[in-house]
């Protein structure tokens, strides 16, 4: 059985869809200033892995925790719900079925208690 990861793509999927989900939360005022300081290309590199690695992937995610890594940002749980919002229309955009998104969404909600402050 295929992962997610084969499913969408591989790596050319995860990294088309960082790139164009980023573009969409630096895009959203309500988001934007949680990114002002922060290097992108580092975020990107790091969010390819995560994702890739959550997915079934090959890629090893070696970074922080969640908790670690939004801790002090101050993330309320609208700003979570309207990321996840934005990674979920971006991969529609990207032709991800339905359920497989559904699936992915599964599997990051947990994560808002480490993410939301």
Request: cysteine-free; overall charge negative; aromatic content about 6%.
């Amino acid at each position: 059985m295929a992962t997610i990861y084969e499913e969408i793509g591989g790596e050319p999927a995860v990294s088309a869809a960082v790139e164009i989900f980023y573009g969409k939360v630096l895009d959203d005022p309500s988001l934007a200033g949680y990114f002002e300081r922060v290097d992108m290309a580092d975020l990107e590199a790091h969010q390819r892995a995560f994702i890739g690695a959550a997915l079934g992937g090959p890629e090893l995610y070696e970074g922080r925790s969640m908790k670690e890594a939004h801790a002090g940002l101050g993330i309320t749980g609208d700003a979570f719900d309207a990321v996840v919002g934005h990674l979920g229309d971006t991969l529609t955009e990207l032709g991800v079925p339905g359920p497989t998104i559904g699936t992915i969404a599964g599997a990051l909600a947990p994560l808002k208690t480490e993410i939301v402050s």
